[in-house]
């Protein structure tokens, strides 16, 4: 019996790899189809997404470490959230070249290790909000 894990997702952009490629890193950018960041994402450097806290002022929501940039084809980052309690996971993205637009795979890995026996729950909520955020990733590229 398997015990996969790794929440793994494959799109097709009608966009080139340079366009799919800013919107995974420009400030601007995921802050449309994504979350607000504090900057753009930098290799080595630490990044920080924002949600809009119960106070009404903006609250750290995911936050982690780029740990390798390789434009237009390769982002890995570190993945944090809140339920992690300081856990990391790693998600990565990888770009190719396709039929005149761009696939694009995800790998979000480390879910289990982070969560321990709530790893189902959290694999679900993340497996779904992966598909809200690659759909408006689709949209957004496409403009």
Not at 99 to 125: M, N, V, W
Request: glycine residues 6%; hydrophobic residues 40%; contains cysteine.
């Amino acid at each position: 019996m398997s015990n996969v894990t790794t929440i793994s997702k494959t799109v097709f952009f009608n966009a080139s790899r340079d366009t799919v490629w800013s919107y995974l890193t420009k400030k601007e950018k995921l802050a449309v189809w994504f979350h607000p960041t504090e900057k753009d994402l930098h290799a080595d450097e630490d990044y920080v997404c924002l949600a809009t806290g119960e106070d009404g002022e903006p609250a750290r929501k995911i936050w982690g470490r780029v740990l390798e940039m390789n434009e237009p084809e390769k982002l890995v980052m570190t993945f944090i959230i809140d339920p992690f309690e300081g856990a990391e996971t790693t998600v990565t993205w990888l770009l190719e070249s396709a039929a005149g637009g761009t696939r694009l795979t995800l790998r979000h890995q480390g879910i289990a290790e982070a969560t321990g026996p709530a790893a189902l729950p959290f694999l679900t909520a993340l497996d779904q909000g992966w598909d809200r955020h690659l759909d408006g990733l689709r949209s957004a590229a496409a403009q």
